[in-house]
């Protein structure tokens, strides 16, 4: 079968490989989705996860599919069933510098079990928005971690995938004021359908300066300050958590979801004197049945996350609109086209 797969630095290929067989606590997923993440392109940029690996290594892990075999001893999970998986659960790292990846026909997840790395999904959901399962599942563990409450005054920087699923369930959660901030209007376009009440370019606009005007202004120790209590740092810009310390007011909250590769220097005397608190937010530990419950709801708009769907064919395609930051949001590959 195809499957994409790393072999070193920026060298990337769909090669030919077996069919994956189950053991008798494995399961084989025949995959109909799997969106690309920020991840991915930087997993292909180090040709691995923290260094160069070793040995070819399959990539994708946000996934969608049908469960096409059981292993013998696996307990309440049957063959047809429609899926998503926890590519983290059950001590699985598929994706994630192991020899499984889901941009493949089929995936095998080893020891698997139900509620762990497998959850059933409705019939209703569709393929497209069920796969979106584990990056919502990262936007909802940060709000879980932000401990947000309705009269929060909240900045979103950065409203790639993983913003635009803060933006949503910060809305969800009944959040009265949410700002998205990005240099993308076309992210900014999604944001707003996924409920942000207000939206900042920040090619364009002075960012302070409408946040001040939307959350009210104050001075701090000669600081000027502005009145947003919560902000996320999803865009991986090194520039934007210095300028959340500059901005934020007393005892504001900052939760850091991006990923950034290299030091970044911050005025901790000003982060000091604002007792202000540094969040930090990976992975999903519990989300993904309070992630799958809210892409079941009618209504749920999938396509404000997706901006392109393409076969696994064309993957080289896939992978230059997704390094298109500012043309592209989420990225859906057909592991099944």
Request: proline residues 7%.
């Amino acid at each position: 079968m195809r499957a994409v797969r790393i072999h070193g630095v920026n060298d990337v290929r769909v090669d030919d490989i077996e069919e994956p067989q189950p053991g008798p606590r494995d399961v084989i997923v025949r995959v109909r989705r799997c969106g690309l993440c920020g991840s991915d392109l930087g997993y292909i940029k180090v040709g691995g996860v923290a260094a160069p690996a070793e040995a070819p290594f399959g990539i994708g892990h946000e996934l969608s599919g049908v469960i096409e075999v059981v292993g013998a001893d696996v307990v309440g999970i049957a063959p047809g069933q429609r899926v998503v998986v926890n590519p983290m659960g059950d001590g699985n790292g598929i994706g994630a510098g192991l020899p499984e990846g889901a941009f493949a026909p089929l995936l095998r997840v080893s020891n698997a079990t139900l509620g762990g790395s497998i959850h059933p999904i409705p019939d209703h959901v569709d393929w497209d928005a069920a796969a979106l399962a584990e990056p919502l599942g990262v936007a909802l563990h940060a709000v879980h971690r932000s401990g947000a409450v309705p009269n929060d005054r909240v900045a979103v920087f950065g409203v790639g995938p993983i913003g635009l699923g803060i933006v949503f369930f910060l809305k969800r959660a009944g959040v009265s004021s949410v700002v998205a901030i990005d240099r993308s209007p076309q992210r900014l376009d999604r944001a707003r359908r996924l409920g942000a009440d207000h939206v900042i370019d920040a090619a364009s606009e002075d960012v302070a300066a409408v946040l001040g005007d939307l959350h009210g202004r104050a001075d701090l120790f000669g600081w000027p300050t502005v009145g947003t209590s919560l902000w996320f740092e999803s865009s991986g810009a090194p520039s934007v958590l210095p300028l959340i310390v500059g901005m934020a007011p007393f005892h504001a909250r900052a939760v850091m979801v991006a990923v950034h590769h290299q030091p970044i220097a911050i005025d901790w005397k000003m982060a000091l004197g604002k007792e202000m608190s540094f969040i930090t937010s990976m992975a999903y530990p519990d989300e993904f049945p309070e992630v799958i419950a809210a892409i079941s709801e009618p209504g749920f708009d999938a396509d404000a996350f997706i901006s392109h769907r393409i076969p696994l064919s064309r993957f080289d395609e896939a992978l230059a609109i997704a390094r298109d930051v500012g043309h592209s949001a989420k990225v859906m590959v057909a592991c099944d086209a």
